[in-house]
């Protein structure tokens, strides 16, 4: 069969990306549309369950559903996982190389407890398409390199399925490793690979350029013997085997183990390998990894890394890409306070600042410089007695500290804390920071939930973020974060206990397309004083004390619409006594005893400190670093990359942003006539793309007595 099936114009498939359950359609599940109702914003659709026609139709919001392509429908429809699904889809660079794979292309596959590298031989359907509406399902034929490290040419029984789900790395075929020779676009081991040619090579390439990268392979060969001295603990490596495979790793230990007389290297591998240790060798430990992911060799037979070996200047001379040297951190007992603002830009601003992001990181890199840049709100909330302090706390801790003392943290450090943090997904794929928020306060941080939520006052309940939920029909075109906040808590019925010391507001969205407004206003405070339960507050009219609050009132256009209506026992019966506002029903507040009806309320208010944005899967992070309005940062920890996609290293990011404080220094007026694409270009990032505000009270910052115990 081809790549591709061929599909008609018109169909359009797609994957129900958030909600919940409607009419049949489920978070995951596959559907076709039948018709596009425009004006409900709509979709009838015909839902799949599996290979074969359709198994029953319903509706669901366009706004909740992603499009896809026959041929994406049908990769996606064999993950029977709905969940699985959807992780693949948030991870769009992985899901696209996965769309576009050729017979040969080399990937990296979960099999049984460990990962696996092959080739990829044919595109193999499920199921028997009887008429047009039939979804078959796809999956991928892959062929190992066995235990020997040779290709098996072998074909006792049929070569494994995968799903597109147990793919987590593809390597197309001209990017093939060194150790494998290629000659017109087929692979060529010890023993002859036969094509399989229901799955053609759509990315094989001329006699001409095979014979180029022979030479290549030779010129690499030789710079690796001319670099052979350079290489050192961190270096990254090949070693190539007897039958001509290659791995790749990075060197960890130097030096003569017990019972050899050469030098030895120490190599923590890209993947599992059968045979290989956790870091040990012949009874003794050297250092520690991941089961099956050490190997010890001597180091005559490692070369530089050859993936990271470029032509340049069109010519044949190839040279060793080098990750920049990076400064030996040593960490001292005294933690490292913020930055004042005077030094910040001296520190910070520049290429290779921040944190380095490495395979999906960029919301763990984006949410800790966020966190702890420059908040002083935050500044001590990861330390603890050094008796008590858990092993990935340290290492939180060091992370902030040389973020602080020299303005760079490796991938390598991230990477540490990721693994750490014990669950595999954290390792590899990305996450939404919400997530990450929620393990790092409650599981690293040992604190109890930043926020205590009351809803129509029932027992109080613990969170870390807060989610705004809302109709799109209840606000304008371009809301402030104080509008949409004030009307979720009050459609919900919500309330919070007590004022908090942070709150991290999340945006109604999903990834860059699927989002409830195209732009969303800042607030540089947030007034959270009508969002407190059991508080004074004032009447909307008099300033006297409110004893009653309306939700009805909240868009009326000729009383401010979307702020909170509270009144006085005399405002709220005129107020009402209008025609349209009859059949409102005011709900009666819980007003404190004692407090006088004259009293002056205070207002309580919190203070933004940084945002998070995402576009295209991607995180980065707008941070204020000081009192002065226009002291913004803006971080992105993956700005650039020296190397092509499949290898090299990310080159972090931070500008400065003075241009963000002139936006949140205009009044509301002026903010309600903003017109966003003649806005500054990280000005207007920000209002496209904002994903969770984080606001401070600094009256009350998180301390340790916030802490609890593990």
Request: aromatic share 8%.
């Amino acid at each position: 069969m081809e790549l591709r099936s061929v599909a008609g114009l018109n169909e359009k498939f797609f994957i129900v990306i958030r909600g919940k359950s409607r009419k049949g359609f489920s978070r995951g599940c596959i559907g076709r549309v039948e018709a596009d109702l425009q004006p409900r914003g709509e979709l009838t659709g015909l839902l799949y369950t599996g290979a074969g026609g359709p198994k029953s139709g319903g509706t669901v919001r366009r706004d909740d559903t992603y499009p896809l392509t026959r041929h994406q429908a049908q990769l996606l429809i064999f993950i029977s996982s709905p969940s699985k699904r959807l992780e693949l889809l948030c991870n769009p660079q992985l899901f696209s190389a996965i769309c576009d794979l050729s017979q040969d292309d080399l990937v990296v596959v979960k099999y049984k407890k460990g990962h696996l590298p092959g080739l990829v031989k044919n595109l193999m359907q499920i199921g028997n398409k009887e008429n047009k509406d039939d979804l078959h399902m796809l999956g991928f034929e892959v062929e190992f390199v066995d235990n020997d490290h040779k290709l098996s040419s072998k074909k006792p029984a049929p070569l494994p399925l995968f799903s597109a789900a147990d793919i987590i790395q593809v390597v197309p075929s001209h990017a093939v490793p060194l150790g494998l020779h290629w000659k017109d676009g087929q692979c060529q081991s010890r023993e002859a690979v036969t094509r399989i040619n229901s799955m053609p090579i759509i990315k094989s390439r001329t006699r001409q350029e095979s014979e180029n990268h022979t030479e290549q392979s030779a010129i690499q060969r030789q710079s690796s013997i001319q670099s052979l001295a350079t290489l050192e603990l961190g270096s990254m490596v090949e070693v190539v085997s007897n039958s001509g495979i290659t791995v790749y790793g990075v060197i960890r230990w130097l030096g003569v183990p017990g019972g050899k007389t050469d030098k030895f290297a120490g190599i923590e591998l890209d993947y599992e390998v059968k045979g290989c240790s956790d870091g040990s060798y012949v009874g003794q430990r050297y250092f520690t990894c991941e089961e099956r992911k050490a190997l010890f060799v001597p180091m005559t037979k490692c070369s530089p890394d050859g993936r990271f070996l470029r032509s340049s200047s069109g010519r044949e001379t190839l040279q060793l890409i080098k990750t920049p040297p990076v400064p030996i951190f040593e960490d001292c007992e005294e933690d490292a306070a913020p930055l004042p603002e005077a030094e910040v830009l001296s520190l910070l601003v520049g290429r290779m600042k921040g944190i380095q992001g490495h395979i999906n990181s960029c919301y763990l890199d984006a949410t800790l410089f966020s966190l702890f840049s420059s908040s002083v709100t935050l500044d001590n909330i990861y330390q603890r007695p050094a008796d008590t302090e858990q092993a990935i706390t340290r290492t939180l801790r060091k992370i902030v500290n040389r973020l602080r003392r020299q303005g760079f943290v490796p991938a390598e450090s991230v990477m540490n804390f990721r693994k750490q943090l014990g669950c595999d997904t954290f390792r590899t794929e990305e996450k939404d920071p919400e997530e990450l928020i929620t393990v790092l306060f409650q599981k690293v941080l040992c604190m109890e939930p930043l926020l205590k939520i009351r809803s129509r006052e029932e027992t109080s309940q613990g969170a870390y973020t807060f989610q705004i939920f809302l109709e799109k029909e209840q606000m304008g075109q371009m809301p402030t974060v104080q509008q949409l906040l004030d009307t979720s808590c009050l459609s919900g019925g919500l309330k919070f206990d007590e004022m908090p010391s942070c709150l991290m507001v999340q945006m109604p969205r999903f990834g860059n397309k699927y989002k409830m407004f195209s732009h969303i206003i800042p607030s540089a405070e947030l007034d959270v004083t009508d969002l407190l339960y059991n508080s004074p507050r004032e009447c909307f009219i008099c300033g006297h004390l409110a004893e009653y609050e309306c939700l009805q009132c909240l868009p009326d256009s000729k009383l401010q619409p979307g702020r909170i209506k509270q009144y006085c026992t005399t405002c709220n019966s005129q107020v009402h006594a209008h025609p349209s506002r009859q059949a409102h029903c005011p709900k009666a507040l819980a007003v404190p005893d004692g407090v006088d009806a004259d009293t002056p309320v205070p207002r309580h208010k919190m203070q933004l400190f940084a945002v998070l944005c995402i576009q295209t899967s991607h995180y980065v992070s707008f941070v204020k670093y000081g009192p002065d309005t226009h002291s913004w940062l803006f971080f992105d920890s993956m700005a650039d990359r020296f190397g092509d996609d499949q290898h090299g290293y990310n080159i972090p990011e931070i500008k400065a942003c003075p241009e963000l404080g002139d936006l949140l220094s205009q009044s509301e007026e002026e903010l309600a006539r903003l017109n966003p694409s003649q806005a500054p270009e990280l000005v207007r990032r920000l209002l496209c793309d904002s994903s969770m505000f984080l606001y401070q009270n600094p009256a009350n910052p998180l301390s340790k007595p916030n802490h609890r115990q593990p």
